[in-house]
């Protein structure tokens, strides 16, 4: 049983592009009520519940609180884009990496379309600095967003970089919404910023 229904979006990218893997440190943004941290922690095994496996590590961050879920850490009641809430997220992590970075994080909507896109663009430019704090070379990012006329700057830097960049839209994901993903594979060492 999953918190929420958009579970079924996160299924369906990680179903095509495997992202998440046994023994991965994931770092979801925008967790609450924890449905994307419930399939998180079952395909990380960061409970250790398949013991021939590695086990993952996943941290969860949101503005809300988040009640408990075994396997998960969560930063109930944080910003992700405050600087105290990356110090955190590096102790919480070990080796201070991540191997993927998720974020469902949306702004609650005002109801003015350009503005939300605004707002959600400008999280996930925020992303992408967090991604240079502690994403691992080779790590990847999905970042939903609500698509619109800024929707190329996050675009253009995250192919930056990552190798390779596309937009995603799950069939979960209502067709009347101007939701989409951005999938960001293959995290570079050498970046052109
Ligand atoms: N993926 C979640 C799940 O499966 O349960 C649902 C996430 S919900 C669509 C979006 C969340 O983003 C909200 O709970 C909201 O509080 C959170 N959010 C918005 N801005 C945020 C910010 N700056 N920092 C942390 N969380 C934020």
Redesign the pocket.
């Known amino acids: 049983n ?3 229904r ?2 079924f979006k ?1 299924l369906e990218i990680d179903d095509k592009y495997k992202l998440l893997k046994p023994g991965f440190n994931v770092i ?11 399939i998180a922690v079952h395909r990380v095994n960061s409970t250790g519940a398949n013991g021939e496996f590695p086990r993952g590590t996943v941290v969860g ?4 609180r988040i009640a408990p879920l075994d396997g998960a850490h969560f930063l109930s009641n ?4 405050d600087p105290v ?1 990356h110090a955190k997220l590096l102790e919480l992590l070990p080796g201070a990496q991540a191997h993927v970075i998720m974020s ?5 909507a005002s109801g003015f379309k350009e503005m939300d896109h605004e707002k959600l663009i400008t ?1 996930s430019l925020s992303l992408i600095d967090l991604a240079a704090k502690v994403l691992q070379t080779g790590g990847s990012l999905i970042c ?1 967003y609500w698509d619109g006329a800024l929707a190329h700057q996050p675009q253009q830097k995250l192919s930056a970089v990552f190798r390779d960049v596309r937009t995603v839209k799950p069939k979960a994901s209502r067709k009347e919404s101007s939701e989409l993903f951005f999938l960001a594979r293959s995290y570079r060492e050498n970046k052109i910023v």
């Open positions: 999953y918190r929420c958009s579970a996160l979801d943004c925008g967790a609450a009520p924890g449905a994307w941290s419930q961050i949101d503005l809300l944080h910003d992700i884009t809430t469902d994080m949306a702004p609650n999280m939903k």
